[in-house]
């Protein structure tokens, strides 16, 4: 199986902030990336797909990038909504798996 | 409005069975591969099965094998994941969500608990 490592596991920061989370692949996975926001008692939302795609609807502050192993998940402005658990998912082979989650908390 | 509801959930013994169901609403439920996965208490994520639009293919995460079936009836806009042999280990959340290689449209979760 294709293990994903996101770092930071955690991260505290301010409203108006850059924030970067990355996401690292066991092996290569080309651009099959995703990336979920969670918010708690919810079910995840898709924010990026093929790594750098934005999913309809969400705010342009939200970018992906990154290849074959390694990937970055960028905030340009955090809001106050913004704060959530993020996890990214590899969709290159199965059995899909996901990242342990980086919780991005209020500083 | 997209909407996947997902039911059946519930407290079950170890060994037991349980069969959930996850009804879709708002878009062309035919047209999409569908998925469960589910969150343990507290835990990260993990995808269980996915099954292609016309039932025609499915896949597991290992430590289902041979215990869960993914299934699908188009005619009724519904997805199915039947549970047997249940452990501690599956009491999760279980979220029914769409999508081929990435998950678009996700339902409100149910949870399933196996305890003696």
């Known amino acids: 199986d294709i293990q994903m490592t996101q770092s930071p596991s955690s991260v505290s920061a301010s409203v108006g902030d850059r924030v970067n989370i990355t996401c690292r692949a066991s092996?290569?996975?080309?651009?099959?990336l995703a990336w979920y926001q969670q918010k708690p008692g919810k079910a995840p939302k898709l924010l990026i797909y093929?790594?750098?795609a934005l999913q309809s609807g969400v705010p342009s502050r939200f970018s992906g990038s990154g290849s074959v192993t390694d990937f970055t998940l960028t905030i340009s402005s955090l809001q106050p909504e913004d704060f959530a658990t993020y996890y990214c998912?590899?969709?290159?082979?199965?059995?899909?798996?996901f990242g342990q989650g980086t919780k991005l908390e209020i500083k | 409005e997209v909407q996947l509801v997902e039911s059946g959930g519930g407290l079950v013994h170890p060994g037991g069975s349980l069969r959930l169901s996850c009804v879709a609403s708002?878009?062309?439920?035919?047209?999409?591969?569908m998925n469960w996965v589910r969150q343990s208490p507290g835990k990260g994520l993990e995808w269980v099965a996915n099954?292609?639009?016309?039932?025609?293919?499915?896949d597991y995460v290992d430590s289902v094998k041979g215990r869960f079936t993914i299934s699908r009836d188009n005619a009724k806009n519904s997805l199915y994941l039947q549970m047997n042999s249940l452990r501690a280990e599956d009491t999760a959340v279980y979220y029914c969500?769409?999508?081929?290689?990435?998950?678009?449209?996700w339902g409100q979760g149910t949870l399933v608990t196996v305890s003696s």
């Open positions: 969500a769409s999508g081929e290689l990435d998950f678009d449209f």
């Open positions: 708002g878009f062309a439920f035919s047209s999409y591969w």
């Open positions: 099954i292609k639009r016309d039932g025609s293919d499915k």
């Open positions: 092996q290569g996975i080309s651009r099959w």
């Open positions: 093929a790594a750098s």
């Open positions: 998912q590899q969709a290159n082979s199965f059995p899909y798996t």
